[in-house]
C-alpha cells in the first residue's frame, strides 16, 4: 500500500517556474515506478511524465518534454516535478500515481495508487 500526497500547486504566470511535490508513505515507494499525470478543465486525465525505481529512467509526453523534469528521492520517499516554461495550457490538476510494476506506460489504468492532486493555474 502507498499512500501519496501531492503539494507546490499554485497561480503562476506565464513563463514562470514550479516545482510540485508527491510526499509517499511506507517503505513500498522505492520499489514502485511514480509518474506524474494531469487533468485540465473539460479534458480526460494525460501522462505528464514517468521515472523507475531508482531514478534511472525517464520519459515524459511530448507536449512537456525540455521543460519539466521529473524527479524522485527514495531516502525520503518524495517524488518532484520541476516545470519550467509553464504555459496556460499546462493549467491542471497534477496527479501523482505509483506502479508495483516496472512500466513506462502513458496509460492511468496500468498505476494502481493515486493521490487526491494540487492544482496548477497558468495565467497568460
Known amino acids: 500500500q502507498v499512500h501519496l500526497v501531492e503539494s507546490g500547486g499554485r497561480l503562476v504566470q506565464a513563463g514562470d517556474s514550479l516545482r510540485l511535490s508527491c510526499a509517499a508513505s511506507?517503505?513500498?515507494?522505492?520499489?514502485?515506478?511514480m509518474a506524474w499525470f494531469r487533468q485540465g478543465p473539460g479534458k480526460e486525465r494525460e501522462f505528464v511524465a514517468v521515472i523507475s525505481y531508482m531514478g534511472l529512467n525517464t520519459y515524459y509526453a511530448d507536449s512537456v518534454k525540455g521543460r519539466f523534469t521529473i524527479s524522485r528521492n527514495n531516502a525520503v520517499n518524495t517524488l518532484y516535478l520541476q516545470m519550467n516554461g509553464l504555459k496556460p495550457e499546462d493549467t491542471a490538476v497534477y496527479y501523482c500515481t505509483a506502479s508495483p510494476s516496472d512500466t513506462r506506460s502513458p496509460y492511468a489504468t496500468h498505476y494502481e495508487y493515486w493521490g487526491q492532486g494540487t492544482q496548477v493555474t497558468v495565467s497568460s
Open positions: 511506507g517503505r513500498a515507494f522505492r520499489s514502485h515506478t
